[in-house]
C-alpha cells in the first residue's frame, strides 16, 4: 500500500479509552413473557458478546452460547424452557436457526433440513407452539415454519411458504400461532400493501394497506383468541403505529397525535390491555404507557439517556414493572427495573465500572439547502480549536440518541473533538427527512456532512486543516463518498465495512440485501446504472487527496469486501495515499469488543499521524 504521509509523528496516547470497550456491560435484555422467572441477557462477560439465562429472581447469569465472532441477536421461548439463535460461526450474518435449552442441554437445529443463509427476520407464538422465520432466496422470501415440540430434542414437523418475486420478512405470530405478520423489506407507497398476514394452516393471505408503511414493528396481541394486531405506518409524514382488528377487519386509529415525533412499539402487555411506546424527536426518547380499552397516554417520568437497542429489549415485566436496557452518555448500558407507575428505576443488571466520561451536546445547524440538521457533539476539555472527526451513523434508516459512545470518548481521551451527524436518510425527523435520499443514495447525506464541518469552523471548534471523516458500514460508505465528491475538505477518511461501489454491492451482498438496495436506488443496477455509479465512491478515486484508511472483515456477506479491495488497489494504482487492513469477522464488529479496540487503536494511530494530537488536553471527568 502507499504509505500515509506524517505531518507530526505523535501516537495517541495509551489512556484509559480500552476500558470503556471492555467494561463488563449487557448488551440487551429479555423476558420470557409467561414465565418471569426466567430472562435472556446479551452481555460481553466472557469477552465477546454472548446470550446468558438470567435468573430474574437471584439475578444470576449463566452463559448459553460461545463462539468466536460472538452471539449478539437471540429470542426466548414465551415459557422460558428454550432460547433461539442463529448458528453464524463465522460472524458473516448467515448460518441455521438453532434451538438451545434455557437448562442446560444440548442445541438442536429448529429446522430439520438445516437450512443456512441470511435471515430476514423470525418470531415465535405466544403459547410457544410454532416458530416462524423469513430467508430471502433469489427474488423473493422462503417462509420456514415450523412446529415446536415442547418436550422433545427437536422441533416438530416444518414446512416452506414460497413467495417468488415477493420481498417479505416475519415480523410475528398470533398467540396461537395461526396468523403470521410479515412485513414488505421495502418502503412502499400508500396504495400498496405493506404487510402480508397468512394463515398458517390453510394458507389464506391478507393484504394490509397503511398509508405507505416503511418496514418496520408488527405485533399481534399476546391474548389468546385476540385477532388484534399493530404495524407501524406514516400518519402526516411521522411513524405511528395503526391497530387492525382481524375480527372486524378495519383498522383502527390511535390517540396519539399529542405525542411528538416517532412512534414505536417495544410490547403488548398479557392481558392484551396496554402498549408499551416509546416517541423520539429531534434524537431525544421518552417513554410512555397507552392504555388501549380507554385509549390514553400516560407518560414515565422523563429519563435521560435511551432505553432498548434494535428497537427491542424493553418489555413489561412482573409487579407492574418495566425491564429495560437503559444507557447515556456517560454511563454504560445497564439492565433497569422501572416502576410503571411512578417511574423509579433500579440497575437489575449492573455494568462494571468504566472511567469518567465526557457528555454528549446536542446541536443544530443548516444544510446546503436549508434544512435543519442535528447532531452530537463531544469535545476534550480545554481550549479549542481541536483536530475533529465528523462522523457518519450506518443505517442510513436509523437515529443517533444520547448513547454510551467508547469511541466517540476514545477520541476525545487523544485531544480531538467528535461530531456524530443525524443526516438526511436518519428517521425521528419526518418522513420528507427520512426520504430524501431515495433514487439518490449519498448526495444529500454528504451536504449535511458538509454542513457539519463549516459550522463547526464557524464556532471556532476546528480548523478547515483538522478535519476528518469516519464511519461504519452506510457511513464508511459516506465518508469515502465524502472523501472523492469533496476532496479539498477532509485531512484525512476512515472507514470500516464501507460500501465502496454500488454495483459490486448489488452483484456480491446476500439476498437479504437485495430489496434494501433497490429501494435505495428505486430499481435494478441495470435500469439505473448511471445512478449507481454516480453514488459509488469508486467512481471518484481519482478525485481523492486525503490518506484514506480502510478496514474490513474478510467473511462479511452484508457489505462484501470485494469492493473495498478494489477501491484500496485503485487508489493505490493512481498513486493516492490509502491503508487497507483486513480482520477475519463479518459485518457486526460489535460484537466482539476486542476487536473494537483493535479498530479504534488504528484510527487514532492514522489520524494522529495526519493532523497530531493536542499536548495540552486534559483527561476527561
Given at each position: 500500500m502507499c504509505p500515509i504521509p506524517s505531518s507530526r509523528q505523535s501516537a495517541p496516547p495509551d489512556a484509559d479509552w480500552r476500558a470503556r470497550f471492555t467494561c463488563t456491560a449487557p448488551a440487551g435484555v429479555d423476558l420470557a413473557r409467561r414465565n418471569h422467572r426466567r430472562g435472556l441477557v446479551c452481555s460481553n462477560l466472557s469477552g465477546s458478546l454472548e446470550q446468558y439465562a438470567w435468573d430474574v429472581i437471584t439475578g444470576s447469569l449463566r452463559q448459553l452460547t460461545d463462539r468466536s465472532t460472538g452471539?449478539?441477536?437471540?429470542?426466548?421461548?414465551?415459557?422460558?424452557r428454550h432460547v433461539f439463535h442463529v448458528d453464524d460461526e463465522l460472524g458473516s450474518g448467515a448460518g441455521a436457526w438453532i434451538r438451545i435449552p434455557w437448562d442446560e442441554g444440548e442445541p438442536a437445529s429448529l429446522f430439520?433440513?438445516?437450512?443456512?443463509?441470511?435471515?430476514?427476520?423470525?418470531?415465535?407464538?405466544?403459547?410457544?407452539?410454532?416458530?416462524?422465520?423469513?430467508?430471502?432466496?433469489?427474488?423473493?422470501?422462503?417462509?420456514?415454519?415450523?412446529?415446536?415440540?415442547?418436550?422433545?430434542?427437536?422441533?416438530?414437523?416444518?414446512?416452506?411458504?414460497?413467495?417468488e418475486?415477493?420481498?417479505?420478512?416475519?415480523?410475528?405470530?398470533?398467540?396461537?400461532?395461526?396468523?403470521?405478520?410479515?412485513?414488505?423489506?421495502?418502503?412502499?407507497?400508500?396504495?400498496?400493501?405493506?404487510?402480508?398476514?397468512?394463515?398458517?394452516?390453510?394458507?389464506?393471505r391478507s393484504f394490509v394497506t397503511a398509508d405507505g408503511s416503511p418496514p418496520g414493528v408488527a405485533l399481534f396481541s399476546p391474548r389468546d383468541g385476540d385477532a388484534r394486531l399493530i404495524v407501524i405506518a406514516f400518519r402526516n409524514g411521522r411513524r405511528v403505529p395503526?391497530?387492525?382488528?382481524?375480527?372486524?377487519?378495519?383498522?383502527?386509529?390511535?390517540?396519539?397525535?399529542?405525542?411528538?415525533?416517532?412512534?414505536?412499539?417495544?410490547?403488548?402487555?398479557?392481558?392484551?390491555?396496554r402498549i408499551l411506546v416509546s416517541t423520539t424527536e429531534h434524537a431525544v426518547q421518552r417513554l410512555y404507557i397507552h392504555d388501549l380499552a380507554r385509549d390514553e397516554t400516560t407518560p414515565l417520568p422523563?429519563?435521560?439517556?435511551?432505553?432498548?437497542?434494535?428497537?427491542?429489549?424493553?418489555?413489561?415485566?412482573?409487579?407492574?414493572?418495566?425491564?429495560?436496557?437503559?444507557?447515556d452518555s456517560t454511563h454504560p448500558p445497564e439492565v433497569v427495573a422501572l416502576d410503571a407507575a411512578s417511574g423509579a428505576r433500579r440497575t437489575v443488571v449492573a455494568a462494571t465500572a468504566a472511567p469518567p466520561s465526557r457528555p454528549w451536546r446536542s446541536i443544530q445547524f443548516a444544510s446546503s439547502d436549508?434544512?435543519?440538521?442535528?447532531?452530537?457533539?463531544?469535545?476534550?476539555?480545554?481550549?479549542?480549536?481541536?483536530?475533529?472527526?465528523?462522523?457518519?451513523?450506518?443505517?442510513?434508516?436509523?437515529?443517533?440518541?444520547?448513547?454510551?459512545?467508547?469511541?466517540?470518548?476514545?477520541?476525545?481521551?487523544a485531544g480531538f473533538a467528535f461530531v456524530t451527524v443525524n443526516y438526511r436518510g436518519s428517521t425521528t425527523f419526518g418522513r420528507e427527512f427520512e426520504e430524501r435520499i431515495l433514487g439518490q443514495p449519498g448526495r444529500w447525506e454528504v451536504?449535511?456532512?458538509?454542513?457539519?464541518?463549516?459550522?463547526?469552523?464557524?464556532?471556532?471548534?476546528?480548523?478547515?486543516?483538522?478535519?476528518l471523516v469516519a464511519g461504519v458500514s452506510y457511513g464508511g460508505y459516506l465518508s469515502l463518498l465524502a472523501a472523492g465528491?469533496?476532496?479539498?475538505?477532509?485531512?484525512?477518511?476512515?472507514?470500516?465495512?464501507?460500501?465502496?461501489?454500488?454495483?459490486?454491492?448489488?452483484?456480491d451482498a446476500n439476498e437479504t440485501m437485495r430489496p434494501w438496495t433497490l429501494t435505495l436506488f428505486g430499481g435494478e443496477p441495470a435500469d439505473q446504472r448511471h445512478q449507481y455509479l454516480v453514488s459509488s465512491p469508486i467512481t471518484y478515486a481519482a478525485w481523492v487527496s486525503a490518506p484514506v484508511l480502510l478496514i474490513h472483515g474478510r467473511h462479511d456477506t452484508t457489505v462484501p469486501p470485494r469492493q473495498t479491495e478494489l477501491y484500496a488497489a485503485s487508489l493505490r494504482d493512481l498513486g493516492k495515499p490509502v491503508e487497507l487492513v483486513w480482520f477475519d469477522g463479518g459485518h457486526l464488529t460489535f460484537a466482539d469488543p476486542s476487536l473494537l479496540v483493535q479498530h479504534q487503536a488504528l484510527m487514532l494511530e492514522f489520524a494522529s499521524r495526519i493532523v497530531g494530537r493536542r499536548d495540552d488536553r486534559a483527561s476527561p471527568a
Open positions: 452471539t449478539p441477536f437471540a429470542m426466548i421461548s414465551p415459557d422460558g430439520p433440513d438445516d437450512p443456512a443463509g441470511a435471515w430476514s427476520g423470525a418470531a415465535i407464538s405466544h403459547d410457544g407452539t410454532r416458530f416462524a422465520a423469513s430467508l430471502a432466496r433469489g427474488a423473493g422470501s422462503l417462509i420456514h415454519i415450523v412446529e415446536i415440540d415442547q418436550n422433545g430434542p427437536r422441533s416438530g414437523s416444518a414446512r416452506v411458504i414460497a413467495l418475486g415477493e420481498d417479505w420478512s416475519v415480523r410475528a405470530l398470533s398467540a396461537d400461532g395461526r396468523s403470521l405478520a410479515l412485513a414488505s423489506e421495502t418502503a412502499v407507497p400508500a396504495d400498496q400493501p405493506a404487510t402480508l398476514v397468512i394463515d398458517t394452516d390453510s394458507g389464506k395503526v391497530l387492525f382488528d382481524f375480527g372486524v377487519g378495519i383498522p383502527v386509529e390511535l390517540a396519539l397525535d399529542a405525542l411528538a415525533g416517532d412512534v414505536h412499539v417495544f410490547d403488548w402487555s398479557a392481558d392484551g390491555e422523563r429519563s435521560s439517556g435511551t432505553f432498548g437497542a434494535w428497537g427491542s429489549s424493553v418489555c413489561f415485566g412482573p409487579r407492574n414493572q418495566i425491564l429495560a436496557l437503559w444507557q436549508g434544512c435543519p440538521i442535528q447532531g452530537w457533539l463531544m469535545e476534550p476539555r480545554g481550549s479549542g480549536p481541536f483536530p475533529t472527526v465528523v462522523h457518519a451513523h450506518g443505517g442510513p434508516d436509523g437515529v443517533i440518541t444520547d448513547i454510551y459512545s467508547p469511541d466517540a470518548q476514545a477520541w476525545v481521551d451536504e449535511d456532512l458538509v454542513a457539519a464541518r463549516a459550522w463547526l469552523i464557524g464556532e471556532g471548534i476546528t480548523v478547515a486543516e483538522e478535519v465528491v469533496r476532496p479539498d475538505l477532509w485531512a484525512g477518511a476512515m472507514a470500516i465495512a464501507p460500501i465502496a461501489d454500488w454495483l459490486i454491492q448489488a452483484e
